[in-house]
């Protein structure tokens, strides 16, 4: 069993920053950041394989980096140049690779532990 522990959300104004970070108790192969605004269905926003290589939403793309630390067992998600449709709840995931997909999935079924998530307000 592996326990995601999430942290750094809060409140920015428009074109502000956040990183978010995600504490692991153990190993994945695949870590990924996901969001969620109520009434709608959660959404990836970047995805890290362990073995290399990561992947984003078009809409965070040259915005938003993901980074893991191995050392501190930690994902982190760094959100530059935020905007108003970012305000969402954000969960960090982990998970084994597809081999349906051959790699990481952008679905969330795919992963099997989940953090609680936390909340990111950007203002305009």
């Known amino acids: 069993q592996v326990q995601l522990v999430e942290s750094g959300g809060g409140s920015v104004q428009s074109g502000g920053s956040l990183r978010l970070s995600c504490v692991s108790s153990?190993?994945?192969?695949?870590v990924a950041w996901f969001r969620q605004v109520p009434g709608k269905e959660r959404e990836v926003v970047a995805i890290?394989?362990?073995?290399?290589?990561?992947s984003y939403a078009d809409s965070v793309s040259g915005r938003f980096t993901i980074s893991l630390d191995n050392a501190k067992n930690t994902l982190y998600l760094q959100m530059n140049s935020l905007l108003p449709e970012d305000t969402a709840m954000y969960y960090c995931?982990?998970?084994?690779?597809?081999?349906?997909?051959?790699?990481?999935?952008?679905?969330?079924?795919?992963?099997?532990?989940w953090g609680q998530g936390t909340q990111v307000t950007v203002s305009s």
């Open positions: 890290l394989d362990t073995n290399g290589g990561t």
């Open positions: 153990g190993y994945s192969s695949c």
């Open positions: 995931a982990a998970g084994p690779r597809s081999y349906q997909e051959g790699g990481c999935s952008q679905m969330q079924l795919r992963y099997t532990f």
